[in-house]
């Protein structure tokens, strides 16, 4: 028997039974098809899955769909506006802050999180925020240059 | 318009990736799609007495479970190793099959025994628990140097000394000789440690018949498709080649490990036709972490000698290659014809000689990782050309002037022929090294290390100068050398009516930004705006043939193709436009998008041509109609890119950690078409030996159980572990292909795990500390110089 849970994501309202096991980035991805939030490990280390619930980054794998009822989640697919890119996605387009884009999403989603707490980070804030968050590609350069850039467009 | 080449346009691709638009082969889905959960061996080394799967097939919404004596039965081979190393008597190498599930013994942890397919993820995993294999557990060995000691245990029976192959290369008497009577010998003996190549993206495939059409389709995280369906058609499935399109989409990074063909490809192929359903696997990340090929696992004992002037005299090589259970695709290659071959390094030691034995252990399978062989051979030659530096009290840049081969560009001078088979294609060693030193600020570091040294402080700087062989390869050169296919490249152009052009590459993008660098090319050779190409790889059905991308080739072999292809329009489209002009062909120049007659204002335009190629009422007499040309490239040489890096490091002496503190690379990929996506990949690169030689791991217990496959144990580079990195670079074009590149994917990582080594050694120097052992964990190096 499923449990009835009802979420907003990305502004739009779902109502689905969901299996008490079902990881909400499992809900997001196979039952959603909002296929953005990604899966890299299954140790909640790599922070591919990151979304917003409620307001606050969220490893996405770290959660049941079930403890998710009456969230209100935002994706990576909902994090532009009326066809405008938020400045982290331009900042990551310009800096080139992504290669594979496997990890973005949850870069891009961490760092949103960050900017919201902290709008003008150091380089060693930065990268100290990012630590949850595992890249193979980059080697991080570019992504705190993407995240900077982000910073100084929010702040001007 | 158009001058994109050497411009830093941002990616086209971007757009996707940065809306959670990539279309990832786990994010597809299928109707009726059935899902497959692996059950594997939790022992390295045991026998098989029977499995029951009753239980697992008694629980709803379970489809089918499949064993290795199913496969056995359905007569379906294992999956085939691409390259063959003779035993240097010329025996054949030792190549065991490698069945698609196991049915007699597994051999290493995570070899699969069983699949089950349900109709979803979940019921597999868990109808996966209720299969009861019965293991007799035999004694395991993992490490290569015990693996050819008499009494150890056989991974396969009939390989014996679990040998698969002996291999040698250079002139063994002349390089004894030039030991012998060498004025300083330095000596290391390591292991150049295994590692985990950790993609982000874990594998995935999905198997998909279509029994109304007799076609499969296969989607899955490969670095080159086609060659993946050549594998899979056949040799492990024996079904015919048309029958069967490969789909490689968006590709989430591979550094080496989605080139092979993998077993899971073939089971969800080979069962969706079983079942007339398309089967989806996808690995979690503690299954890539023991059956996702791993890298490097050397052990090397290295010694290089020196005149009384600090001339390099020789350079003597023995290595154990662990290459794991079974052979994946590449392995016997990547110790023997990518690492031997590079032994000259940059320099003009006149004498090597290099011996390696490739071995087998209950270990996961060994193949290419970002580098391939390269970085076991820079880091074997740049440990030791510092440490004799040390040893003979002399500056290791000054000792690097000293020996490196002089400049030659390949074009006025020749190719340099090095004593381990390969013909250098240009190159300026000097320049790299000063360069990087101008960056370094050489002089002001060494007195800083001086003067914080008084003050207990612990800095040091490491040196690595390296050379690489990428854009494999001539087919005929690695034909001799063993290798089972060619490795030229595919491309074709076609122009449509509206003078858009569609570019179809066999080349495959997983982070490198074909798409952006491919068109640059084509929109500057053609004179017209990027946004009216397209770059198309990665499926089987659109693009004629390919052979993918690894060993930093795909602009240098994939990238020639697409001129190849370029030429061969703009050679028709001058027949149009002479025809049109009423002109002679020579009479024609084309620049800027258009064909003008030489010193006249008439010209017509490239879009005009085309259109008149696809509505040839006015055309030239006997001249086939259309705009659409297929090219193969097969390179004339490999690539020689090189570099220098420079690691300066400071040792916290309480705890031993390792704090690095600048990474300086200056490295020669040759021309550059997006310097941007070039330092990008750099970057990437540099953190990847960065990681090699600060963190990573791959950690056996004598048992042969792998004690780190998480990312909670095996440590990667994170975000605050790493400096922002510096970064130029000096210009060496390729002479022999037509854009003048040499790549870029490998650099990086080749280059810098043996500087930043070489900097911590530096750093303890004084202390007493000669070696240490990677990764440079604090235990290692506080132990180091407390011994």
């Known amino acids: ?156 | 318009m158009a001058n994109y080449i050497g411009q830093a346009i941002k990616r086209v691709e971007d757009k996707r990736f940065i809306t959670g638009k990539g279309k990832y082969t786990d994010d597809i889905v299928l109707p009726g799609m059935t899902y497959a959960y692996m059950v594997r061996s939790p022992f390295a080394h045991a026998k098989i007495n029977s499995i029951d799967t009753s239980a697992a097939l008694a629980m709803e919404g379970v489809v089918a479970v499949f064993t290795g004596k199913d496969i056995a039965e359905s007569g379906v081979n294992g999956v085939p190793c691409g390259w063959q190393v003779n035993f240097k008597n010329g025996d054949t190498m030792k190549e065991p099959p490698h069945p698609l599930l196991v049915a007699d013994k597994v051999r290493h942890v995570g070899d699969a025994v069983a699949m089950v397919i349900a109709e979803d993820r979940a019921t597999a995993k868990d109808a996966a628990e209720a299969i009861v294999v019965d293991y007799e557990v035999l004694e395991a060995v993992v490490d290569a140097a015990k693996a050819v000691e008499p009494d150890a245990p056989l991974v396969h029976d009939d390989v014996p000394k679990n040998m698969c192959f002996d291999w040698e290369l250079g002139d063994k008497a002349a390089t004894d000789a030039a030991m012998a009577s060498a004025h300083h010998i330095t000596t290391l003996e390591f292991t150049n440690q295994r590692l985990a190549p950790n993609a982000i993206e874990p594998r995935a495939a999905i198997g998909h018949y279509e029994e109304a059409n007799d076609k499969y389709t296969l989607y899955t995280t490969s670095q080159n498709p086609h060659l993946t369906r050549l594998l899979l058609c056949a040799f492990v499935l024996g079904i015919p080649e048309h029958k069967v399109r490969v789909v490689a989409p968006d590709v989430g990074g591979g550094f080496g490990s989605k080139i092979f063909h993998y077993t899971e490809e073939a089971l969800v192929t080979w069962a969706s036709r079983r079942l007339n359903r398309p089967v989806k696997w996808t690995a979690e990340r503690s299954e890539s972490f023991v059956t996702d090929a791993h890298g490097r696992d050397h052990v090397t004992r290295a010694e290089m000698g020196f005149d009384a002037e600090g001339k390099m005299v020789g350079l003597r090589v023995k290595t154990l290659a662990n290459l794991g259970a079974y052979l994946s695709t590449f392995a016997p290659c990547v110790p023997t014809y990518l690492h031997g071959t590079l032994l000259q390094g940059l320099y003009t030691t006149p004498a090597i000689h290099v011996d390696v034995t490739g071995v087998f252990t209950h270990t996961t399978p060994v193949d290419a990782y970002r580098g391939a062989g390269r970085p076991e051979a820079t880091y074997l030659l740049e440990r030791l050309v510092d440490t004799a530096a040390h040893e003979m009290n002399m500056d290791p840049a000054e000792l690097r002037f000293k020996n490196f081969i002089p400049p030659f560009d390949g074009v006025n001078q020749p190719g340099y022929q090095t004593q381990v088979a390969l013909q250098y294609d240009s190159g300026n060693y000097e320049a790299v090294l000063k360069r990087a030193l101008e960056m370094l600020d050489y002089e002001k570091v060494r007195k800083e290390q001086a003067e914080a040294r008084k003050n207990g402080r612990l800095i040091g700087i490491g040196f690595s100068t390296y050379i690489e062989a990428c854009g494999i390869a001539p087919s005929a050169v690695v034909g001799a050398l063993g290798a089972r296919a060619g490795l030229y490249e595919s491309a074709q152009v076609r122009v449509q009516p509206t003078g858009k052009v569609s570019v179809y590459t066999g080349s495959h993008a997983h982070g490198q930004g074909h798409e952006t660098t491919f068109a640059q090319v084509v929109a500057d050779k053609f004179g017209i705006p990027m946004e009216d190409v397209e770059i198309v790889h990665g499926d089987s059905e659109s693009v004629a043939f390919g052979m993918g991308t690894y060993g930093s080739r795909s602009l240098a072999v994939g990238g020639s193709a697409i001129v190849k292809s370029i030429e061969k329009v703009i050679e028709k489209g001058a027949k149009i436009a002479a025809h049109k002009l009423e002109a002679a062909v020579d009479d024609l120049e084309f620049a800027g998008g258009k064909w003008t007659v030489k010193g006249t204002d008439k010209s017509i335009a490239f879009g005009d041509v085309a259109l008149t190629a696809y509505v040839p009422h006015d055309y030239p007499q006997g001249l086939e109609p259309g705009m659409d040309f297929s090219s193969f490239y097969d390179p004339a040489n490999f690539t020689y890119p090189f570099g220098c890096h420079i690691a300066v490091v400071e040792v916290d002496p309480e705890t031993g950690k390792v704090e690095l503190k600048r990474m300086v690379a200056c490295d020669d990929v040759g021309n550059v078409i997006n310097p941007m996506i070039v330092d990008g990949q750099i970057h990437g690169g540099l953190a990847q030996g960065i990681g090699q030689a600060l963190f990573e791991e791959v950690i056996y217990d004598e048992s042969g159980q792998l004690v780190n496959g998480s990312y909670m144990d095996y440590t990667m580079p994170r975000a605050d572990d790493l400096p922002m990195f510096e970064t130029d670079r000096t210009v060496t074009p390729c002479p022999h292909n037509p854009l003048g590149v040499k790549g870029a994917g490998e650099a990086g990582t080749i280059g810098s795990t043996p500087a930043v080594v070489n900097a911590v050694v530096d750093a303890l120097s004084h202390l007493g500390v000669r070696d240490l052992e990677m990764p440079l964990t604090p235990e290692r190096v506080w132990r180091a110089m407390n011994k």
């Open chain 1, 1 to 156: 028997m499923g449990i009835p849970i009802q979420v907003t994501v990305n502004g739009k309202t779902h109502q689905h039974e969901v299996d008490s096991r079902l990881l909400l980035v499992h809900y997001l991805r196979d039952v959603l098809r909002l296929t953005g939030t990604h899966i890299g490990c299954d140790t909640s280390s790599c922070g591919a899955c990151t979304v917003h619930v409620n307001g606050l980054a969220v490893k996405s794998c770290t959660m049941l769909a079930a403890q998710a009822d009456g969230a209100e989640i935002t994706t990576i697919e909902g994090l532009a506006s009326n066809g405008e890119l938020h400045p982290l996605q331009e900042g990551f387009r310009e800096e080139h802050g992504l290669q594979c884009g496997f990890c973005t999403p949850g870069m891009i989603m961490t760092a949103a999180q960050l900017l919201a707490d902290n709008p003008q980070p150091t380089e060693a804030e930065i990268r100290h925020a990012l630590e949850g968050n595992y890249c193979r590609c980059t080697g991080y350069h570019n992504i705190v240059k993407s995240i900077q850039h982000a910073a100084n467009k929010l702040n001007s």
